[in-house]
């Protein structure tokens, strides 16, 4: 059994330091937003042993990843609320465990890995540090089985999305804080970018397009994932498509800067999330299709039929500069 205030400090990890997911998780129905913070409180605890300011030696970070995990499966006894009610909420809507490890070695992984050869290798990245989240999102909606086996590959998806979304906005942010780069190293070779020229943020035309492919690709992801949005239960819909809103809104920042996010980092306004938040609830309430409203609030992003500009792996969506 979860508890108040267990809950109360998932909200408010979440509201310091994910606020673009907190206006959306709001939308929850109580018995979504509940757990939901709680799941949050978790990520953000493990996230943090490998990205603090201050981070411990690499094997007292190993060490505290592996407390977390055992503590997480309710494999030991712990003190701290969060774990606690992770563990508890784990149990209640029978998230796999496979989906806990998964998550967990990612953010492990992070502590020795801080560069990617191929997009590959980064999905098989994400597919903790994201794509299980995603999952552990559907497990807590608790769908009957139809329904979660349609919604889980979109589920995947749309967790990739968001996390593409973040690595694309924050270049800069990863070299200084954390001496990372995430964009695949063979997308910016084949623009003709060293890995040296983004540790040095150096940005040009090059970079401009590396970014670019990464971005038409990212947009492929949420059409891939906001069509599986109508498979969730009818009062979850609503949050989950403004999440997609607002993380897919930093594309149309990004544009606006050229893809420069080398030189500095977009972010939303406090106004801006609060427009979206009115236009998609106000389009929602006419048109209760997820996909449909997605394109109509999101304009730029086009739709799955029009607007479509061609990278060099595909059709994405294309968004006016």
């Known amino acids: ?47 943090e042993v490998v990205d603090a300011e201050d981070t411990a030696p690499p094997d007292e970070q190993r060490a505290e990843l592996d407390r977390l ?45 801080d560069r990617y050869e191929t997009y590959d290798e980064l999905e098989s990245y994400m597919d903790g540090s994201a794509a299980a989240v995603g999952r552990m999102m559907t497990a807590i909606m608790e769908l009957d089985e139809e329904a979660e086996a349609k919604a889980l590959p979109h589920a995947t ?25 995430y964009l695949p190293l063979e997308t910016l070779r084949r623009h003709g970018v060293s890995e040296e020229q983004i540790l040095n943020l150096e940005f040009d035309d090059n970079v ?18 906001v069509a599986g949005i109508k498979y969730l239960p009818e009062d979850c819909q609503l949050a989950v498509l403004l999440a997609a809103v607002l993380y897919a809104d930093h594309h149309r920042l990004v544009r606006n800067l050229r893809y ?10 406090f106004v ?27 304009g730029g992003f086009g739709s799955a039929h029009e607007h479509r500009e061609r990278g060099p792996h595909g059709p994405g969506i294309a968004q006016s500069d």
């Not at 401009?208 to 994932?225: C, F, K, N, S």
């Not at 009115?278 to 299709?289: A, F, G, I, L, P």
Request: proline letters at 3%; aromatic letters at 8%; one cysteine or more.
């Open 1 to 47: 059994m979860v508890e108040k205030t267990q809950v109360a400090r998932g909200k408010q990890i979440q509201r310091r330091t994910g606020k673009t997911f907190h206006v959306a998780t709001r939308l929850l129905p109580k018995r979504i937003r509940h757990p939901t913070y709680v799941l949050y409180g978790f990520f953000r605890i493990a996230d």
């Open 69 to 113: 995990r055992r503590a997480a499966l309710g494999e030991r006894e712990t003190d701290d609320p969060v774990l606690e009610a992770f563990a508890a909420v784990c149990d209640e809507h029978d998230i796999p465990d496979e989906d806990v490890h998964a998550f967990v070695d990612a953010m492990a992984s992070d502590i020795d890995t």
């Open 157 to 181: 998806k749309l967790g990739e999305a968001f996390q593409m979304t973040n690595f694309i906005r924050d270049v800069r942010e990863d070299v200084v804080e954390r001496d990372r780069v």
């Open 208 to 225: 401009a397009a590396a970014i670019r492919e990464e971005l038409v690709r990212t947009e492929r992801l949420y059409e891939e994932g």
């Open 260 to 269: 420069d996010t080398v030189s500095t980092t977009p972010e939303l306004s």
């Open 272 to 298: 801006r999330k609060i427009s979206l938040l009115v236009r998609t609830r106000w389009k929602w309430q006419w048109n209760k299709d997820p996909e449909a409203v997605f394109y109509e609030v999101c």
